[in-house]
């Protein structure tokens, strides 16, 4: 992502732009997690100081106040879970295009820039499910469970082993295709928008403006297409029907419009996460390479000094 830096030289930034932008993130997933799934939030799954304000606003905003109030149910498995798994989408991704790119150099660009993250998505989704059905019961309001441990206990206690990967496949046709959208556009937006200018004396501020407009462009590109199947998977991790009988009932309840239910909280939820990461690896990849320059800079002016 780093504009010619090869991904394999950074997996650490990779890891810790991931880890930043989970933790910005995680109350806008909790709010969009509840809006999607349809919990009701109520005065008395409030603190007191704000449960007025629940009260007087729409249903619809309700889940904000609920999702930047306390107590934070599953917040250190979310964030964990968000972090590796962004990180694991977004490096694979770079490193298996450059894999892809050399050792397939006459393959089609569209082989090179789509197979990474169909398959690290789809793997770590698969991987990541029960802490992602976990961590979305733990948001109901009404619910009494208290860590992401004792959810998955409940849900293996109440459905089996298989309940902790309900709903998979709507998690991977949502993350997927959110994934893949989002890279084919960062990757689009960097060979579209001009570099900077090296011998400008804003090239750093240029470079991050650049990497702010690939960023926000990948990010709402992805979150735009997987409403839908955010609303499905989460009403299938809350009534823990099939794919298909879920689908049924959303349109027999709603209609087609159910498509589109939560989908203001989603487009913040997804898009911001998704755009943080990006950006937020863009520029430590720059400090880290501006850092090594000037390190060699300093050591070459030692070394001049040196011979004269």
């Given at each position: 992502m780093g504009g010619g830096s090869a991904a394999k030289e950074h997996p650490l930034e990779y890891l810790a732009a991931s880890a930043l932008a989970a933790s910005i993130?995680?109350?806008?997933?909790r709010a969009s997690a509840i809006g999607q799934a349809g919990f009701r939030v109520t005065a008395n799954a409030v603190p007191g100081a704000v449960s007025g304000l629940v009260q007087a606003v729409p249903p619809?905003?309700?889940?904000?106040?609920?999702?930047?109030?306390?107590?934070?149910?599953?917040m250190t498995a979310v964030i964990s879970g968000m972090t590796w798994a962004r990180a694991a989408i977004f490096w694979g991704s770079d490193r298996g295009k450059e894999v892809l790119m050399h050792t397939f150099p006459n393959a089609p660009t569209s082989f090179h820039t789509?197979?990474?993250?169909?398959a690290v998505s789809t793997a770590v989704q698969c991987v990541n499910q029960p802490i992602v059905r976990a961590s979305i019961t733990l948001q109901n309001p009404e619910?009494?469970?208290?860590?992401?441990?004792?959810?998955?206990?409940?849900?293996?206690?109440?459905?089996?082993?298989?309940?902790?990967?309900?709903?998979?496949?709507?998690?991977?046709?949502?993350?997927?295709?959110k994934y893949c959208t989002a890279i084919i556009?960062?990757?689009?937006?960097e060979t579209l928008l001009p570099p900077a200018d090296p011998t400008s004396p804003s090239y750093n501020t240029d470079v991050l403006f650049?990497?702010?407009?690939?960023?926000?462009?990948?990010?709402?590109?992805?979150?735009?297409?997987?409403?839908p199947m955010d609303v499905i998977r989460n009403e299938m991790f809350k009534?823990?029907?099939?794919l298909?009988?879920?689908?049924?009932?959303?349109?027999?309840?709603?209609?087609?419009?159910?498509?589109?239910?939560?989908?203001?909280?989603?487009?913040?939820?997804?898009?911001?996460?998704?755009a943080c990461t990006i950006f937020f690896t863009d520029a430590l990849i720059q400090l880290k390479t501006s850092r090594r320059s000037s390190s060699v800079v300093e050591q070459q002016n030692v070394e001049d000094g040196a011979l004269q």
């Open positions: 993130n995680y109350p806008l997933w619809s905003v309700a889940p904000f106040f609920y999702a930047f109030a306390p107590p934070y149910k599953g789509i197979l990474p993250p169909l619910s009494n469970l208290s860590n992401t441990r004792a959810a998955i206990r409940h849900i293996y206690q109440t459905h089996g082993l298989g309940g902790l990967w309900h709903g998979t496949s709507a998690g991977i046709l949502k993350t997927v295709p556009v960062k990757d689009y937006m650049r990497s702010a407009c690939k960023s926000m462009a990948a990010g709402i590109a992805g979150a735009a297409l997987t409403n009534e823990n029907k099939s298909i009988a879920t689908v049924k009932s959303l349109r027999e309840e709603l209609g087609w419009k159910f498509m589109g239910r939560g989908i203001g909280k989603n487009m913040v939820a997804v898009a911001v996460p998704i």
